[in-house]
């Protein structure tokens, strides 16, 4: 999870010649060079269609992407972001799972404090004033609101003509994020039918609150992919989630992904692991196919 030691890890990867940095990525979005660097990205721009959507919940109006294929219904997706908040690199990953046959939401998950970026112009994270901005608005994360909010997003894409409002949907969760995935699932386990996490925060821990416990209350199926140096830090992450979804009999896929650090799966990421990233979305969408379409 993101910490100081999260950031000196990543230091020692920057210095150490890692590879893209943010700086690059907007430098590449700006050429319109983004899909020739990352092809993986390239299908979505044909085959799916994209609108800013405003999406009503019991605090307010939440500034989201909505990306589908252009033609046909599919099960819907709710992609929360990392504690960098909702931006061009997630709009692009919703983009190209929208391409996969699925609806995406991409939310802001500060919608309560802000519009659009997180962060105003000049202030870069991890920098002790973007902390100063950020903690105060991830302290309004809680698992109520964020499941209220969860509430209001399925609400809202069952009304949309691309979403299949009989399949059941996935909720999918980076960094701060993970959390959200599993309170979900077990909040609504007649709805959520798939989960993902990709280096989530705190998501198994030994305190009473810990939620890796609710998945006794969850029909879920899950990925959790886990960056190295965060099960380094957290060496009991991973044992509690298996034993939790074992106990609860459901199909998980948890893994620690070799030479990763925390926030290695978004492509804007100083620690982008492009590898490693594109095995760890395959494997989520083996998961969503048997979670969601499973039944068609």
Not at 203 to 210: G, P, V
Not at 275 to 294: C, F, P
């Amino acid at each position: 999870m993101c910490d100081d030691r999260t950031e000196s890890d990543i230091a020692k990867f920057a210095k150490a010649g890692g590879q893209l940095h943010r700086r690059d990525f907007n430098k590449l979005m700006g050429l319109g060079a983004f899909v020739s660097a990352f092809p993986q990205f390239a299908m979505a721009s044909s085959d799916v269609t994209s609108r800013e959507v405003t999406v009503t919940t019991p605090d307010g109006e939440v500034d989201c992407l909505l990306a589908a294929p252009k033609s046909g219904t599919y099960p819907a997706v709710v992609m929360w972001t990392d504690i960098m908040g909702r931006r061009a690199a997630f709009d692009l990953m919703g983009q190209r799972l929208a391409a996969s046959g699925y609806a995406v939401l991409v939310v802001n998950p500060f919608y309560r404090d802000v519009k659009g970026a997180a962060l105003p112009d000049g202030i870069k994270f991890p920098a002790p004033e973007a902390w100063e901005i950020l903690r105060p608005m991830r302290a309004k994360l809680t698992p109520e609101n964020t499941n209220s909010d969860n509430r209001a997003f399925f609400d809202f894409l069952n009304q949309q003509d691309a979403v299949d409002d009989k399949a059941k949907k996935a909720v999918l969760g980076y960094c701060m994020s993970g959390t959200f995935t599993m309170h979900a699932a077990a909040e609504f386990p007649q709805e959520v039918g798939a989960i993902a996490t990709f280096h989530g925060g705190g998501i198994a821990t030994t305190e009473d609150d810990s939620p890796h416990l609710t998945v006794a209350n969850s029909t879920a199926l899950a990925l959790h992919a886990i960056a190295e140096n965060d099960a380094e830090k957290s060496p009991k992450m991973e044992p509690l989630l298996k034993e939790a979804y074992e106990k609860a009999d459901i199909h998980a896929d948890i893994a620690v992904y070799p030479g990763t650090l925390h926030g290695w799966t978004p492509p804007d990421s100083r620690v982008y692991n492009e590898k490693q990233a594109d095995i760890a979305w395959s494997r989520m969408l083996t998961i969503l196919e048997k979670g969601l379409k499973a039944s068609y």
